[in-house]
C-alpha cells in the first residue's frame, strides 16, 4: 500500500464515488438524479461498510487453510468470524444482564415457604397433607383463639359491644378515639353520671363538652389510684385472717385429735358403696361404644365369601407350586398376622372346636355349666390349676390317669388355659406345647397294638385336628420338631437299617401331608419328608413282611403327597418293582428264564402262594395293626392283600402321576414283564387285569415321538475377521461398527466441548463483573470527592463571605 | 539237660573270650538247647521264649568270633587236621542256622523268638558275605542262605494271618523281613527276586502252601514305593562287597516281573488281593515290569470275577494298558458297557464308577452309536434312581453331550417339530412322521454300538424336570436350555447321597414359615390315606 492510510481512505472513497466530484453531466436532470440515489442507498451502506472492514484489518478473523485445496485456486484467507462484534455483542448482553441484577437488586425478595415438608420429595402426597394438616391443627389448638372467624368462641362476653376487641385484635375507634367509653352505661355507680350529663345536656342542648386531655389523665389518674387501695385493703385483710388462722392451729389441731375413729370408719363404709358405683362408672365410661353391628350375612354371601377366600389359596398354592415364592411369602405373612383373631378365624364353621375364651366359646364343644366354670378358670389362677407341659414326660404325666378319650379335652383345656392374651408369656409355652402334642401323637401310635384301636384312632385324629388348628399359630415351633423328628427318623434308619421304621413314622409323614401344603415347589417340611420317604423307600430291605407292607404304606403316603403337584417319584418305580418281584411266587430259576433278574431281591422266603383258593382276593387295606404286631402270623391272604395294595398303588401312580410324563412307555415297560409272571399265576385278580388294561389304553393314547428341547432361536456367534471401509473419509469422525459405544463417544465429544465454552463464558462473566465492581467503585470515589469538594467549596466561601463581612462591620465599627 | 541262663552265660564267655578249643563243644550243647515248635503249645513257649531268645542272642556273638578266627570256611585251612576242625566248625554254624530256621518256619503263633531268630539270621548272612568270600575282599552274597530263608518264610504259617480288609500278610516275621530289609536293601532286593524266580520254577515248593497266604506275604513285602527300579528310591546295599552281577536291571526287572504274573495266575486269592492288586497296579506294579501288557490276562480274570467294584477296577488297568502301552483290546468298551445295570444307582460306589467313565469316554473318537447307548442307557437307569445318583448322572450326561453334539438328535429332533406357521403338508408330514414313531432302542442288546440309541430320544431326562426334590428338578431343566456353558465341574455333583441331601435340609433356617395346607380332607388316619386301616 502506498501512501497514508488517510490517503489509501480517501482514495478509495472517491473511487467509489462518495466524495469529489460525481457525475457532473449527468447531472443535467434534476429528478432523475435523485432517483438514482435513492435508489443507491442500500448499495451505498455495503460499499461503505466493505471500504470500513478493509481498512480496520482486525475486524476480521481469518483462518488460513493449510491444504491446498482440490480445484487448485489456493484461496489463502476465508473469513471466519468477527471477533470485535461478537465481543461486544457479548459486552452488551453482559451490561444488559447487570444492569437487570441490579435493578432488582435489594428489592425484590423471594417468599420463604414456610409450610412443612413441601418440597421433600421422600414424602408422599397424602403423607404432606397429612403433616399440613396437623400443623395446622396445632397452630390452632396453640394460639389463643380456636379460629379467627369463630363467632360462638367468646362465650364469656355475652354483649360483644362496639368497645370490645374485634377479629383482628384492635379496638374499634372514631376519629381516633375509643368507642369503648360507651361501655360506663353498663356500671350502676356510674348512672349518677348519666343523669348528671342528661342534666347538663338539658342545659346546653349540644353535645357533651369534649374533655380536655388534662382532665382525661386526672380521671384515669384517680380511677388507678381508688383501685390501688381497694386492692391493699383486701391484701391486708386477707393476711389478717391467715394470721389468725396460724395462730389457731395448734387448737384445731387437738380438737380433730380428740374425734374418735368410728366415725370415720363409717365414712369408709360408705364409701365403698361408692366406689363400687364409680368402679361401674368408669367400666360403663371405658365400656366399647355401641357400634352397629355387621349385617347378617345371607348364606349365599357366606358361600361368595369362602369361594373367593378359598379361591385366593387356591391362586397362592399354585404359585408356590411353580416355585414362585414372593407372592407365597405374602400370605404366608398373613397367616402370621391372624394374632388373637385366629381363634374366632376362619375355621369357626369347620369342626366346632375353635376355643375362645369364654365369651366366644363354643357351646355344641362344651355343655353351658362347664362354659361358666371355665370362663372363671380361666381368668383367675387356672395356670395353678392346669400346668402347660414344655416336655413330652410332662405331658405324659399329665395324661397319665386318664381315659383315652378324655385326651382331647384335656388338651383342649391346656390350650384354653395358656391363651396368649391371658398372660404374658403364654405364646411361648403354647408354642413348646405344640411341638409337644405332636411327638405325643407319634408316641401314642407306638403304643398300637397295645389298646383299642379303634378307640386310638379316633383320639389321633381329633388330636391331630387341634394340632392342625395349632399349626396356623405356632407354625415356626412345629416345623422346627418336624425337622427334628425327619433328622432322628434319618439317623434311627442309618444305625438299624434292617428294621428301622416304625408306625409313629408313618403316622408322621400322614401328618405332614395333612397339616403342611405338600404341592410347593420347595417347602421347609415337606421337601425333607419326602427326601427321607424316598430313602426308606429305597434302602430299606424288603426282607420281611413287615418292611414289604410298611413301604407299600409309604408309598400311598408319597402318593398322596403328589396329588396335587403330580411330580415325580423315582423311588417309588424302584419300590414298586422290587416289592412285586420279591412277592411273586417264583424260583429264582424261573425268575432269570423271564428277565426278571434285573433287581436284586434281598429275600426269597415272602413269596405269595402260587394261587389264590378264596375269593374275596379284591381286598387291598392293608391292616397297620395287624402289620405293626411283632410276631404277627402272616397269612396268604394277607400277602395277596398286600400285592393287591401295591398294585392298586401302581395304578394310582399311573393314573394320576406317570400318565403326563413323556417317558410313561419306558415306565410301563419296566412293569411289563412283572404283569405277565403275574397274570401267569393269578389269571382271575382283579386289580391286575385293571392294571393290564389301563397300561394298554394310555400306551394307545400317549404320543411318543423324540423330544424337540432345544427349540431356541440359535444363539448367534461374534465375529472376529477385520471390516475393511470400501470409501473410507477420514472427514467422518468415527467408524465405530458399536452404534451404542460411538453414541456414547458423541455424547462425550458434545460433553467436553460445552463444557469447555462455558467455562470461557464464566470467565468472561467473572471478568466483566469485576470490571463492572472497579467501575462502580471509581465512580463512587469520584462521587465522594467531589461533594466533599463541593462542600469544602461551600464552607469557604461561606467562611470568606462571612469573613469579608465581619471586615465590613468591622470598618463600619472602625470608621464610627 | 535244659540250661538256665547263667549257665547259657558263663559258656558263650567263655567261648567268646578265649580260643580254647576245649570249650568248643559247648557250643554243640548250646545249639541244641533248640526244641522242635512243630507242635509246641503257646502256654509251655511263654516260659521257655525268654530262655531261647538269650540263647539266640547268646550264640550270635559266639559264631561271630568264630567268623573272626576264620574257624568257619574250611578252604582257609592250612592243614588236614584243622580242615577237618573247620569243617566240623562248619557244620556246627549249619546246624545253628537250620535251627534258626525252623524257629521262623514253625512256630504256629506270634512270638518273639521268631523276630530275634530273623535279625540274627540275617546278621549271619552279612558275616558270611564277608568271611566267606573267595579271598580277603573279594565280591561275594550268599543267596543259597538267603534262599533257605525265603522257603522259611513262605512256609511259615499261621492261622488268621491275612488281613481281611486289604488281604495284606499280618505275619509280624514277614512284616519285619519287609520293612527292615526288603525295603531298605537293594541287594537283598535283587537277590530276594532272583532266588524268588528260581524257587517259582522248582515244581512242589511254594504251590502246595495257601495261595491266599502265599499272595499276602507278597503284597505285603512288594505294596511300597522303595523298588530297586523306582527312579527315587533310597536304598543301601546290606553286604560290604555285592557282586557285579547285581546290576543287572534288566534281570531284576524280568525276575520281578515272572514272580509277579506267578502269584497273580496262582488262583484261589481272595477278592480283597485282587482289589489290593488293582488299586496298586499302577504306581507300584506296571512301572517295574517290562512288558506291562502281560498283565492283560490277569486283568481279563478280575473283570470276570463278577464283583462290580473288581470289574470297573480292572478296566481302569486296561485301560491305563491301552493308552500307555497300545495294548489291542477290542471289547474294552462293550465290556464297560456291561458294568452300567440296573443295580448301578443303588450301589455306594457309584460315584467312582461315573468318574471312571468319565476317563474312558474322554475322548472324542468314540462313536456316537457308542456314546448314544451310554448316555440313553444311564438316563434310562435314572427312572428308578435316588436323587443323587440323578444328581451326577445329569452333569455326566449334559458333558456326554457337549462333546459329541451328534448325539443332540436324542434331545432335539428338528424333524417332529410342529410349527404353526407352515404348510399344511408339512404339517400333516410332521404328524404322520409322530404317529408312525417307534422307539428302536433295545435296551437288552448286549452290544453299545447296536443299540440303536441314537434314533432314540431321552424322555427320561424330560420326566425328570418333574422331579419331587426342587434341585434335581431344576438341574434337569438344564437340556431344555442352550447349551451355553462348556462342561460341569463332575466332582460337584458326584459325591450326593440321601445323607447330604437331608443334611442340607436339617440346617436350613426358618426364613419364611412354610405353607399350610387349607383343604379339608378328612380325619388323617382315616380317609386321607386310602387303602390303609390304621
Redesign the interface.
Known amino acids: 500500500m502506498a501512501g497514508s492510510q488517510l490517503k489509501e481512505l480517501k482514495k478509495s472513497l472517491k473511487e467509489q464515488g462518495f466524495t469529489g466530484q460525481t457525475n457532473v453531466k449527468k447531472g443535467s436532470k434534476k429528478g432523475n438524479k435523485r432517483q438514482a440515489r435513492e435508489y443507491d442507498r442500500d448499495e451505498r451502506a455495503q460499499q461503505i461498510s466493505k471500504i470500513r472492514e478493509q481498512f480496520s484489518p482486525f475486524e476480521l478473523k481469518m483462518n488460513r487453510d493449510k491444504r491446498p485445496s482440490q480445484t487448485g485456486k489456493n484461496t489463502a484467507h476465508k473469513a471466519a468470524g468477527k471477533p470485535g462484534i461478537s465481543k461486544q455483542i457479548g459486552e452488551e448482553q453482559r451490561l444488559a444482564a447487570h444492569e437487570a441484577r441490579e435493578r432488582r437488586k435489594n428489592k425484590l425478595g423471594g417468599v420463604m415457604d414456610r409450610r412443612f415438608g413441601e418440597k421433600n420429595k421422600d414424602l408422599t402426597e397424602e403423607e404432606k397433607m397429612l403433616e399440613r394438616f396437623t400443623r395446622e391443627r396445632q397452630a390452632q389448638s396453640s394460639s389463643k383463639k380456636k379460629s379467627i372467624f369463630n363467632l360462638d368462641d367468646d362465650e364469656n362476653e355475652d354483649f360483644p359491644t362496639a368497645g370490645s376487641e374485634d377479629l383482628y385484635g384492635g379496638t374499634l375507634t372514631h376519629y381516633g378515639k375509643s368507642l369503648a367509653v360507651e361501655d360506663d352505661f353498663e356500671d350502676g355507680d356510674l348512672g349518677l353520671d348519666q343523669t348528671k350529663r342528661s342534666a347538663s345536656g338539658f342545659e346546653d342542648e349540644g353535645p357533651a363538652r369534649k374533655k380536655t386531655k388534662a382532665e382525661v389523665m386526672k380521671e384515669v389518674i384517680a380511677k388507678s389510684k381508688f383501685y390501688k387501695q381497694e386492692r391493699q385493703k383486701a391484701k391486708e385483710k386477707l393476711a389478717e385472717e391467715i394470721e389468725d388462722v396460724d395462730e389457731e392451729f395448734d387448737d384445731i389441731m387437738s380438737e380433730l385429735a380428740a374425734i374418735p375413729k368410728q366415725k370415720t370408719q363409717s365414712i369408709t363404709k360408705e364409701d365403698s358403696s361408692d366406689k363400687q358405683y364409680d368402679v361401674q362408672v368408669r367400666e360403663l365410661g371405658l365400656e366399647k361404644r355401641a357400634v352397629p353391628a355387621d349385617r347378617t350375612k345371607t348364606q349365599e354371601e357366606i358361600d361368595q365369601e369362602n369361594l373367593e377366600k378359598r379361591q385366593k389359596l387356591e391362586q397362592a398354592r399354585i404359585h408356590r407350586m411353580s416355585g414362585m415364592d414372593g407372592i407365597g411369602e405374602d400370605d404366608d405373612q398373613g397367616v402370621e398376622d391372624l394374632g388373637d383373631d385366629f381363634w374366632v378365624g376362619e375355621n369357626s364353621e369347620d369342626e366346632g372346636e375353635h376355643v375362645d375364651n369364654g365369651f366366644d366359646m363354643d357351646d355344641v364343644q362344651l355343655p353351658g355349666d362347664d362354659r361358666g366354670k371355665h370362663l372363671e378358670n380361666s381368668q383367675t389362677a387356672v395356670s395353678s390349676i392346669v400346668p402347660c407341659p414344655q416336655t413330652h414326660d410332662d405331658l405324659m404325666d399329665y395324661l397319665e390317669n386318664h381315659n383315652l378319650q378324655e385326651y382331647p379335652s384335656l388338651v383342649k383345656g391346656i390350650i384354653r388355659a395358656y391363651q396368649p392374651r391371658l398372660a404374658a408369656g403364654n405364646k411361648e409355652l403354647l408354642s413348646t406345647f405344640t411341638g409337644v402334642l405332636l411327638r405325643y401323637i407319634l408316641s401314642l401310635s407306638d403304643s398300637y397294638s397295645d389298646g383299642d384301636a379303634k378307640e386310638l384312632g379316633e383320639t389321633q385324629n381329633e388330636l391331630i385336628t387341634i394340632l392342625k388348628s395349632m399349626a396356623q399359630k405356632y407354625n415356626d415351633s412345629l416345623s422346627l420338631t418336624c425337622q427334628e423328628i425327619v433328622n432322628d427318623i434319618h439317623l434311627r434308619f442309618k444305625s438299624q437299617r434292617s428294621h428301622g421304621l416304625l408306625v409313629s413314622d408313618l403316622v408322621f409323614f400322614t401328618l405332614v401331608g395333612y397339616i403342611f401344603s405338600t404341592s410347593d415347589h420347595y417347602h421347609l417340611v415337606v421337601t425333607p419328608c419326602n427326601v427321607l420317604m424316598g430313602e426308606l423307600l429305597e434302602q430299606t430291605k424288603l426282607n420281611s413282611f413287615r418292611n414289604v407292607a410298611f413301604g407299600a404304606i409309604l408309598a400311598r403316603i408319597s402318593l398322596t403327597y403328589q396329588r396335587l403337584a403330580e411330580r415325580f417319584v423315582p423311588e417309588l418305580v424302584y419300590f414298586f418293582e422290587k416289592a412285586l418281584l420279591t412277592l411273586l411266587p417264583i424260583s429264582k430259576k424261573d425268575r432269570l428264564s423271564k428277565g426278571l433278574s434285573v433287581i436284586k431281591c434281598d429275600s426269597n422266603d415272602l413269596k405269595a402262594p402260587s394261587s389264590i383258593s378264596f375269593k374275596e382276593s379284591d381286598e387291598c387295606t392293608l391292616s397297620l395293626r395287624l402289620v405293626s404286631a411283632e410276631d404277627a402270623q402272616v397269612t396268604e391272604k394277607d400277602k395277596i392283600a398286600l400285592v393287591c395294595n401295591i398294585l392298586a398303588s401302581v395304578d394310582d401312580a399311573v393314573s394320576k402321576i406317570w400318565k403326563n410324563l413323556s417317558c410313561l412307555p419306558e415306565l410301563v415297560a419296566t412293569f411289563e414283564p412283572i404283569m405277565t409272571a403275574y397274570r401267569q399265576h393269578y389269571p382271575d385278580l382283579k386289580p391286575l387285569s385293571t392294571l393290564a388294561d389301563k397300561f394298554k389304553r394310555l400306551e394307545t393314547l400317549n404320543e411318543h415321538y423324540p423330544l424337540a428341547l432345544q427349540n431356541h432361536r440359535p444363539l448367534s456367534i461374534p465375529m472376529h475377521t477385520p471390516k475393511f471401509e470400501e470409501s473410507f473419509n477420514p472427514e467422518k469422525k468415527s467408524y465405530d461398527p458399536d452404534r451404542t459405544r460411538s453414541e456414547l463417544n458423541k455424547m462425550k465429544a458434545q460433553l467436553k466441548k460445552d463444557r469447555k465454552f462455558t467455562m470461557k463464558e464464566i470467565r468472561k462473566d467473572t471478568k466483566f463483573e469485576a470490571r463492572q465492581q472497579i467501575d462502580q467503585k471509581k465512580k463512587e470515589h469520584s462521587d465522594y470527592h467531589a461533594r466533599m469538594a463541593r462542600i469544602v467549596n461551600q464552607i469557604s466561601t461561606e467562611e470568606g463571605a462571612e469573613k469579608s463581612k465581619y471586615e465590613r462591620e468591622k470598618r463600619l465599627r472602625n470608621s464610627k | 539237660m535244659a540250661l538256665t541262663k547263667d549257665e547259657i552265660a558263663t559258656c558263650a564267655k567263655r567261648l567268646a573270650s578265649s580260643n580254647d578249643r576245649r570249650h568248643y563243644n559247648d557250643i554243640v550243647k548250646l545249639v541244641s538247647q533248640y526244641p522242635t515248635m512243630s507242635n509246641v503249645e503257646l502256654g509251655t513257649f511263654e516260659n521257655e521264649e525268654p530262655t531261647l531268645r538269650y540263647l539266640t542272642l547268646a550264640l550270635l556273638p559266639v559264631f561271630r568270633k568264630l567268623f573272626t578266627r576264620g574257624q568257619l570256611n574250611p578252604t582257609k585251612a592250612s592243614s588236614a587236621s584243622e580242615k577237618q576242625f573247620f569243617l566240623w566248625c562248619r557244620k556246627l554254624y549249619n546246624s545253628f542256622k537250620s535251627k534258626l530256621l525252623h524257629c521262623i518256619s514253625t512256630i504256629p503263633f506270634e512270638s518273639s523268638l521268631a523276630l530275634d531268630c530273623l535279625d540274627a539270621y540275617m546278621q549271619l548272612i552279612n558275616q558270611e558275605a564277608i568271611h566267606l568270600a573267595s579271598h580277603e575282599d573279594a565280591p561275594f552274597f550268599p543267596n543259597k542262605t538267603l534262599k533257605a530263608l525265603l522257603v522259611a518264610l513262605f512256609k511259615c504259617d499261621f492261622p488268621s494271618s491275612v488281613d481281611a480288609a486289604d488281604g495284606h500278610s499280618k505275619n509280624p516275621v514277614v512284616l519285619e523281613f519287609a520293612q527292615s530289609y526288603y525295603q531298605k536293601y537293594v541287594d537283598i532286593q535283587y537277590y530276594f527276586q532272583a532266588e524268588l524266580a528260581g524257587l517259582t520254577l522248582e515244581p512242589d515248593s511254594l504251590k502246595n502252601h495257601d495261595h491266599t497266604q502265599l499272595m499276602a506275604k507278597w503284597l505285603s513285602i512288594m505294596n511300597h514305593d522303595n523298588h530297586y527300579t523306582s527312579g527315587d528310591a533310597d536304598l543301601e546295599i546290606f553286604v560290604p562287597q555285592p557282586p557285579q552281577a547285581m546290576e543287572n536291571e534288566n534281570q531284576f526287572r524280568t525276575n520281578l516281573e515272572k514272580n509277579w504274573l506267578f502269584f497273580l495266575n496262582l488262583g484261589g486269592l481272595s477278592a480283597t488281593q485282587y482289589k489290593t492288586t488293582l488299586l496298586i497296579l499302577h504306581k507300584r506294579v506296571i512301572p517295574h515290569f517290562h512288558t506291562p501288557t502281560k498283565l492283560m490276562d490277569f486283568l481279563t480274570d478280575s473283570y470276570d470275577l463278577g464283583d462290580h467294584v473288581l470289574s470297573l477296577l480292572a478296566l481302569n488297568g486296561l485301560f491305563e494298558l491301552m493308552k500307555r502301552y497300545n495294548l489291542e483290546y477290542p471289547r474294552f468298551y462293550t465290556k464297560l458297557y456291561h458294568l452300567v445295570?440296573?443295580?448301578l444307582m443303588?450301589v455306594k460306589h457309584r460315584s467312582r464308577f461315573l468318574r471312571l467313565t468319565d476317563l474312558f469316554l474322554s475322548s472324542t473318537h468314540i462313536s456316537a452309536n457308542l456314546i448314544a447307548a451310554f448316555i440313553k442307557r444311564l438316563a434310562?437307569l435314572?427312572?428308578?434312581?435316588?436323587?443323587g445318583a440323578?444328581v451326577s448322572v445329569l452333569p455326566f450326561i449334559y458333558n456326554l453331550l457337549k462333546k459329541h453334539p451328534t448325539c443332540?438328535?436324542?434331545?432335539?429332533?428338528?424333524?417332529?417339530?410342529s410349527n404353526t406357521f407352515a404348510e399344511p403338508d408339512q404339517v400333516a408330514l410332521v404328524k404322520e412322521?409322530?404317529?408312525q414313531?417307534q422307539?428302536p432302542y433295545q435296551?437288552?442288546e448286549p452290544n453299545p454300538e447296536l443299540t440303536n440309541a441314537i434314533g432314540?430320544?431321552?424322555?427320561?431326562l424330560?420326566?425328570?424336570t418333574?422331579?419331587?426334590?426342587?434341585n434335581v428338578?431344576t438341574l434337569a431343566k438344564i437340556?431344555?436350555?442352550?447349551?451355553?456353558k462348556h462342561s460341569y465341574n463332575m466332582e460337584d455333583f458326584l459325591d450326593w447321597s440321601?445323607?447330604s441331601?437331608?443334611q442340607a435340609?436339617?440346617t436350613?433356617r426358618?426364613k419364611?414359615?412354610?405353607?399350610?395346607?387349607?383343604e379339608?380332607?378328612g380325619?388323617?388316619?382315616?380317609n386321607?390315606?386310602?387303602?390303609?386301616?390304621?
Open positions: 445295570t440296573p443295580g443303588h434310562r435314572t427312572l428308578d434312581a435316588p436323587p440323578i443332540m438328535i436324542m434331545l432335539h429332533d428338528p424333524d417332529y417339530i412322521r409322530r404317529s414313531y422307539d435296551m437288552d432314540s430320544s431321552l424322555w427320561e424330560d420326566s425328570l418333574n422331579h419331587y426334590h426342587p428338578a437340556f431344555s436350555q442352550p447349551f451355553r440321601y445323607d441331601l437331608l435340609e436339617v436350613r426358618l419364611i414359615s412354610p405353607a399350610l395346607e387349607f379339608e380332607q380325619a388323617p388316619l382315616g386321607y390315606i386310602t387303602c390303609v386301616n390304621w
